[in-house]
């Protein structure tokens, strides 16, 4: 019987390592989530509520705490812990084994910075207290001694606190965090201030912000030598990151790109870099689950006016009313406003084609010149006359411009052409929102030539307002005359559906699928030569409602 002991013994071990596998991948999981909360425990809480029996208290957790208690209550006398331990094996090997649920799906990957790393190495250490207690495990007579009931209830329970202590160690950390923060602030204002030649250009807006802020930057380099942001580093820490490690003595211009998730965020970005020309690209409905309204977005917005320096310039879109209401905050400021519809610099005659647009630009009813560019999109044209009138108010000459706008390369994912063969692929997978998914299917429907298809999910993060916004994108797609209509997720887009229906769409034209594999799978048999395909808020391979 001796094999028999050593089995079991076994079993206990694997259920260790099955329990202890979940915990890093959920821990991982927690982890991400927080940091793509941007460190707020607020936040995060309320991403916790939202998601409670899905990721922090499943139905798993409950069914397996109530078997562990029948068990031990009713059949302790009659059932041998031998028997108990492979009863609760195989439950925990079928419902804790599988953690595909806390594979990330999100775009921006985890990043151990050195914060995360501080927050990983505290939130592990009380993740796996009471685990470790609750093994118990010794050494006795050649074999191992545990308590199946101690042994699987304390690492369900330490399951179901890693969230919990996620928020704990977050709070515990808060003061260190707090003061490291506060030592990098300091530093890249002390930076800012040993550069008084320095032109400083801050740059917000609900969209368009990275995309203005390359073009801004490739404009300008053509005569100054330019440190600007990478990628989406728009909060105080990213910018500190960049003052201070990036920015150098012969650097002229410092472009920075402002982004805000709550209100003030934008005025704490300007303590730490004061602008001398400020850039508002929008105001739109982007996170306005943490802003309540749009008019608290406006007003966070308009902080990178009420902050330029004295005498200081605001390049502005004058085709937001809200963008134009900010320049009432500050008379003692120069306003260049740009605009399709108004303002002193506007376009107008945008066509489009596989090489990108082309359109007449017109300053302030004099000069007027034909500019090709090799992307896509009115708000891309719109983002390029914001950097047009930057570059105008450092006086670079217009013909310059022009030619540095032919140079200028998409960023990644967004309205991105790509060319597959003989199909052209429409990329814009990133940070889909209403008013660029509305132009980006404007866009494929003035494409002449192949079939047009998209591809979406719909849009996620838009608070109250997300089941309206979908279900319009749903009736915009339904009138752009489109050859075929692919979403992937039947839940999350049921609102475009509804909207496809509304819009009398033929129900052939409209193919539903679990996953982006799925999806692109289909297209494969599907697809001829000159094609067109709109990849919109495209989600990795690894999204599947199934």
């Given at each position: 019987?001796?094999?028999?002991?050593?089995?079991?013994d076994a079993l206990a071990i694997i259920?260790?390592?099955?329990?202890a596998r979940r915990l890093i991948y959920r821990g991982r999981f927690f982890l991400h989530r927080f940091q793509l909360s941007g460190y707020k425990r607020h936040e995060f809480w309320h991403w916790m509520k939202d998601?409670?029996?899905?990721?922090?208290?499943?139905?798993e957790h409950g069914l397996l705490n109530l078997l562990i208690l029948v068990l031990f209550i009713f059949f302790r006398n009659e059932l041998t812990e031998s028997i108990v331990t492979v009863i609760i094996f195989i439950f925990v090997l079928f419902w804790m084994g599988p953690v595909r649920a806390y594979r990330s799906r999100e775009k921006k990957p985890l990043v151990f910075t050195p914060r995360m790393t501080r927050l990983s190495i505290a939130f592990a250490i009380l993740s796996v207290l009471l685990p470790v207690w609750g093994s118990n495990i010794t050494y006795q007579f050649g074999g191992i001694y545990f308590d199946i009931y101690l042994?699987?209830?304390?690492?369900?329970?330490?399951?179901?606190?890693?969230?919990?202590?996620?928020?704990?160690?977050?709070?515990?950390?808060?003061?260190?965090?707090?003061?490291?923060?506060?030592g990098f602030k300091k530093l890249a204002r002390k930076?800012?201030?040993?550069?008084?030649?320095?032109?400083v250009i801050g740059i917000t807006g609900s969209y368009g912000k990275t995309s203005t802020k390359f073009m801004i930057r490739d404009l300008l380099k053509e005569r100054y030598n330019v440190c600007t942001t990478p990628g989406s580093y728009n909060t105080p820490m990213g910018i500190c990151k960049v003052i201070n490690n990036d920015l150098q003595a012969n650097h002229q211009v410092l472009i920075l790109e402002m982004g805000a998730r709550y209100e003030g965020n934008i005025k704490e970005l300007c303590d730490i870099a004061q602008p001398d020309i400020s850039v508002v690209t929008n105001v739109g409905i982007a996170h306005l689950e943490t802003f309540g309204s749009q008019k608290a977005i406006q007003k966070t917005k308009a902080a990178i006016i009420e902050n330029l320096v004295p005498n200081g310039t605001a390049v502005i879109n004058a085709d937001d009313p809200l963008v134009r209401e900010m320049v009432d905050l500050r008379d003692d400021i120069t306003v260049i406003e740009t605009g399709l519809e108004n303002g002193d610099i506007k376009a107008s005659e945008i066509s489009y084609s596989v090489d990108g647009c082309s359109f007449r630009l017109s300053i302030e009813g004099r000069e007027d010149e034909i500019v090709q560019l090799p992307l896509l999109g009115k708000h891309n044209v719109q983002n390029l006359l914001l950097a047009i009138g930057v570059g105008k108010k450092l006086g670079i000459r217009l013909k310059t411009m022009i030619l540095a706008a032919q140079k200028i390369t998409p960023v990644e994912h967004r309205l991105e052409l790509k060319k597959q063969n003989s199909i052209t692929v429409i990329d814009d997978a990133f940070n889909s929102n209403p008013v660029g998914a509305q132009n980006a299917v404007d866009i494929l429907s003035q494409f002449n030539g192949g079939r047009r298809i998209i591809v979406t999910p719909g849009m996620v993060e838009l608070g109250e307002k997300e089941y309206e916004e979908n279900k319009h994108f749903g009736q915009v797609i339904g009138q752009s005359n489109l050859d075929m209509i692919l979403l992937v997720g039947p839940e999350q887009t049921r609102p475009i559906q509804?909207?496809?229906?509304?819009?009398?769409?033929?129900?052939?034209?409209?193919?539903?699928?679990?996953?982006?594999?799925?999806?692109?799978?289909?297209l494969e048999e599907y697809l001829k030569q000159g094609d067109i395909v709109l990849y919109e808020n495209d989600l990795p391979d690894t999204y599947n409602e199934a």
């Open positions: 019987m001796v094999w028999y002991f050593t089995v079991i259920f260790v390592l099955i329990m998601n409670w029996t899905e990721y922090v208290i499943t139905y042994l699987a209830f304390t690492w369900i329970i330490g399951d179901i606190l890693l969230p919990f202590w996620l928020i704990v160690a977050a709070t515990l950390l808060q003061p260190l965090e707090k003061h490291f923060q506060e930076k800012i201030a040993s550069m008084p030649d320095l032109t509804d909207g496809l229906e509304e819009s009398g769409v033929d129900g052939q034209k409209v193919k539903v699928f679990t996953s982006l594999f799925e999806a692109n799978s289909f």
